[in-house]
């Protein structure tokens, strides 16, 4: 199937920081990729909707000035965690929508996961 | 996307069938069902999805009750390896002209017992 890559896969960095993670649909193109955020033992909670070109689209609560994303391409979209503080640590992941196209029916397909720990 | 209803956790013997219920009592006619799961501190990996016939892969079968309203996923041979939480969704796709967005509820904890 199709493949979506996160990096890093984890990073570890000090408070007042800034990281980014990078998704990246390797074998196919992603108009609209998903960041979501995992605590532990808890389940996925969707952040924001990227479309390549265009603003992303967030939820409700989710400060878009401090989780910066960016889907400059058809193949990649950036999510920044800026001024990272102790509370922002979590799993981080990313899903991409395959570009539809003929019969195809867009399936989601998601990376790895990214995890966070701000020190 | 329609909302879903999983029990939080079952136990299932390794070699057995386990046999995941969902409740999506109000899904609309465009609304697909899927299956995901996640395996610890892992991306969720699709499994299987269905719109109201019955389906089977490699990994999975798919059943839906006639009025569409609930499904079982069913794992045929257990495993230690399929242990993780198991997501139902309903969603429409993308040629459907439906929401596109992906929302998760709580799953099922699946945990197989040697």
């Known amino acids: 199937g199709a493949v979506v890559s996160q990096h890093p896969s984890w990073v570890i960095c000090k408070s007042g920081t800034s990281v980014k993670i990078e998704c990246r649909s390797l074998?196919?193109?992603?108009?609209?990729m998903f960041w979501y955020r995992q605590f532990p033992k808890q389940s996925l909670m969707l952040m924001a909707t990227?479309?390549?070109?265009?603003?992303?689209?967030?939820e409700q609560g989710v400060e878009k000035d401090k989780f910066l994303i960016n889907h400059a391409s058809l193949t990649l979209s950036t999510l920044t965690v800026t001024s990272a503080h102790p509370e922002d640590s979590s799993f981080y992941i990313c899903?991409?929508?395959?570009?539809?196209?003929?019969?195809?029916?867009?399936?989601?397909?998601f990376g790895e996961g990214s995890r966070l720990t701000v020190l | 996307d329609a909302k879903t209803t999983q029990p939080p956790s079952m136990d299932c013997a390794e070699g057995r069938a386990a046999n995941l219920p969902c409740n999506h009592s109000?899904?609309?006619?465009?609304?697909?069902v899927y299956w995901y799961r996640q395996i610890h501190s892992q991306g969720p990996q699709y499994i299987i999805h269905?719109?109201?016939n019955n389906e089977t892969n490699e990994m999975a079968s798919l059943i839906i009750t006639e009025d569409r309203k609930s499904s079982t996923l069913i794992l045929p041979h257990a495993t230690l390896r399929d242990t993780a939480v198991y997501y139902c969704?309903?969603?429409?796709?993308?040629?459907?002209?439906?929401?596109?967005?992906?929302?998760f509820g709580t799953g099922t904890k699946l945990q197989v017992i040697p």
């Open positions: 899903s991409a929508r395959e570009q539809v196209a003929g019969a195809k029916t867009g399936e989601l397909f």
């Open positions: 074998d196919f193109q992603a108009t609209t």
């Open positions: 990227s479309n390549e070109g265009s603003k992303a689209t967030y």
């Open positions: 109000t899904i609309s006619g465009n609304e697909y």
């Open positions: 269905g719109l109201k």
């Open positions: 969704i309903v969603r429409a796709t993308a040629n459907s002209g439906g929401y596109q967005k992906v929302t």
